[in-house]
């Protein structure tokens, strides 16, 4: 299903047009506008909850972003989301993403489906020659992240993935301080035991197609690589709970809170570009209810708004871990709730203590991260910097905070948990090449490493 882009005659063709003789400011980049010719132009894919706030940033923020397109299959949803983010907008919009690529004239994808459309997607759009932004998690199985890191690189393209922390001054001056060695050789990581997947329960009631819809055809895209399931509203709307479409993706699940953590690990650690060697699950699956609710609530286009007053309380198995790195290092899951940084890690060395969350640093002792030094927390959306260095680094070529194999390694470490538990050998030592991406002493853990993807769904090659 690859693609071909436009873009290369457009431009030609745009060259070819005379420039008038009178510019006003505004085109040339003066009175501080952003001249359109310092724009990238972007196509919106997926438009729920997510990308509601992120085009408000982008709009509020981030003026070099130019949204010329949105995408969904639910038709109902791009009339809804213009009036909810910017009824006077001429963006186009377009059920099939495909179409919107075709005939825009975009520089860039922002993809803020649900979890298992997102390998397709980009892989397609940048196969088409687009640049991509990528919500976390990047992918659904940690072989589908490598697929797209491979055709990222085969095209050439620039990615970045939405783990905000990267491009936030203040983290990396404290992953920085944990590299120089400042709190000694680093021995122990202590993180969060986030709740992982459930599968989509047997014996789920067929329901009506939502208003809006074009009938059966929006719900089998929408349905993507996965197995095909009757349309239930539940399944919609919460599909960030299930197996099948996600790695647990809510406040205190794994993919959700859980990828920002662990990528903030990661960066921490100077490891953004490997693993670690082995995971061992400490304890038996159980089922665990955080006792929080999730703090989304559907919007009017959901198709489970009617939902909107029973509060979805976060549970799901989980099984503390413990990962160990190549030097020793080893990432202790053990934290609940408000036992630690639901957005970070507690990083203990040898001569001190820092713990890492969004927006905020602690160290022991005080004065590491109570230094004149410290650039303090983000300002603003924590969106706002991420964009702006993906809309920089799709004009300057460079490689964005958040590379595709930065997010890939990170959301590794999701999958890697989720693997051990469902293999549940508790005390085993699952050993793990981050080279391969394989196991070296578990089939049934490199089993889990892909999913079969329904046909037509394949991944362009």
């Given at each position: 299903?690859?693609?071909?882009?436009?873009?290369?005659?457009?431009?030609?063709?745009?060259?070819?047009?005379?420039?008038?003789?009178?510019?006003?400011?505004?085109?040339?980049?003066?009175?501080?506008?952003?001249?359109?010719?310092?724009?990238?132009?972007?196509?919106?894919?997926?438009?729920?909850?997510?990308?509601?706030?992120?085009?408000?940033?982008?709009?509020?923020?981030v003026p070099s972003i130019n949204i010329a397109a949105v995408s969904d299959c639910l038709p109902s949803r791009l009339d809804t989301f213009t009036a909810a983010v910017n009824p006077d907008a001429t963006w186009k919009r377009y059920t099939e993403f495909r179409e919107m690529i075709e005939k825009e004239n975009l520089d860039a994808v922002m993809i803020e489906t649900a979890t298992h459309q997102r390998a397709w997607i980009a892989c397609n759009a940048m196969a088409a020659g687009m640049d991509a932004y990528i919500e976390k998690p990047m992918s659904l199985t940690i072989a589908e992240g490598r697929e797209m890191v491979q055709c990222a690189r085969k095209h050439n393209r620039v990615t970045q993935v939405g783990t905000q922390q990267r491009s936030m001054?203040?983290?990396?001056?404290?992953?920085?301080?944990?590299?120089?060695?400042?709190?000694?050789?680093?021995k122990r990581v202590k993180t969060?035991?986030?709740?992982?997947?459930?599968?989509?329960?047997?014996?789920?009631?067929?329901?009506?197609?939502?208003?809006?819809?074009?009938?059966?055809?929006?719900?089998?895209?929408?349905?993507?690589?996965?197995?095909?399931?009757?349309?239930?509203?539940?399944?919609?709307?919460n599909w960030i709970n299930y197996l099948d479409y996600d790695g647990g993706g809510r406040s205190f699940g794994v993919t959700g809170w859980g990828a920002h953590a662990y990528d903030q690990i990661q960066n921490g650690l100077g490891t953004?570009?490997?693993?670690?060697?082995?995971?061992?699950?400490?304890?038996d699956v159980h089922h665990f209810d955080t006792g929080m609710s999730d703090f989304h609530r559907p919007t009017d286009d959901d198709p489970a708004a009617?939902?909107?007053?029973?509060?979805?309380?976060?549970?799901?198995?989980?099984?503390?871990?413990?990962?160990?790195?190549?030097?020793g290092t080893e990432i202790d899951f053990s934290l609940r709730n408000e036992q630690g940084p639901s957005f970070g890690a507690v990083f203990e060395g040898t001569e001190g203590k820092i713990e890492i969350n969004r927006n905020k640093v602690a160290s022991n002792p005080k004065e590491l991260t109570d230094s004149p030094e410290n650039p303090g927390p983000n300002k603003g959306s924590?969106?706002?910097?991420?964009?702006?260095?993906?809309?920089?680094?799709?004009?300057?070529?460079?490689?964005?905070n958040a590379d595709i194999e930065i997010g890939h390694r990170s959301t590794t470490i999701c999958y890697l948990l989720n693997i051990a538990r469902a293999v549940g050998r508790v005390g085993e030592e699952l050993k793990w090449d981050p080279k391969t991406e394989r196991f070296t002493n578990c089939d049934e853990g490199n089993k889990l490493l892909s999913r079969e993807r329904r046909k037509g769904w394949e991944l362009p090659s």
């Open positions: 299903m690859n693609l071909v882009t436009r873009r290369s005659a457009l431009k030609a063709t745009a060259a070819a047009i005379a420039a008038p003789m009178f510019i006003p400011a505004t085109a040339l980049g003066k009175d501080g506008a952003v001249a359109p010719s310092e724009r990238i132009n972007v196509g919106l894919i997926g438009l729920g909850a997510r990308c509601r706030r992120i085009a408000g940033d982008t709009l509020k923020n001054a203040m983290t990396n001056w404290a992953c920085k301080l944990i590299q120089d060695g400042k709190i000694g050789t680093v969060m035991n986030f709740v992982g997947p459930v599968p989509i329960p047997g014996g789920m009631p067929k329901h009506p197609m939502p208003e809006g819809s074009d009938g059966a055809k929006w719900w089998d895209v929408w349905t993507n690589q996965a197995e095909f399931h009757e349309y239930n509203a539940n399944l919609f709307y953004s570009l490997t693993g670690p060697v082995s995971i061992t699950l400490m304890e009617t939902l909107a007053d029973e509060p979805k309380k976060i549970s799901g198995p989980v099984g503390r871990c413990v990962m160990r790195y190549e030097n924590e969106n706002n910097p991420h964009l702006q260095n993906f809309a920089d680094c799709v004009k300057s070529r460079e490689t964005a």
